[in-house]
């Protein structure tokens, strides 16, 4: 969803939004049931906890690092591909409870579209996409996460909820 602005070659060379340390647990991805089934068609050790509606992994033990990493993340990348959650398929912009009201925020991790101008990543979600995710979400409410202070919010919905 996000190829016309970051280039999956940036991706394929990052990965930091599969890798969660201990602080990380609200954000790894929500799953829906196919995509935990495909996972464990792939992956038949991977272990997931009902959340929500959705699932999300359960962690492995922490690598030396403090590190746990997503069932679905291999050498060669995400077994999912092109079938990845929506959470991943959005990041790093991110859907949040703000006060009462749905708003997409932005992850810093993501240093290739955090540094992005300010109106692009604006202009892109006014483009269509704000509207994919909260359609998305009035259908999936369980990948819209708390606020979490130090996402810098870039788009307030117009309804409340
Ligand atoms: S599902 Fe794929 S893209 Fe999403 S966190 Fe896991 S490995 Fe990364």
Redesign the pocket.
Known sequence: MLKKILDSSSCAEC?L??VFDRYDIWE??V?TENIRDRILELKPEAEFIAKDGGYIFKADELSEEGLF?????TEN????GDG??F??RI?PYRIMNVNGRRAITIASICSELYNRPLSQLVGFLENGLADEIFSYADNHPEIVKPYYEGYPVLLFEKKFL
Request: aromatic share 10%; net charge positive; with cysteine.
């Open positions: 990965r939004c599969c790894t991805p799953f990493s997503c069932p679905a993340l990348g995400c077994i999912l990845k959650p959470d991943c990041w």
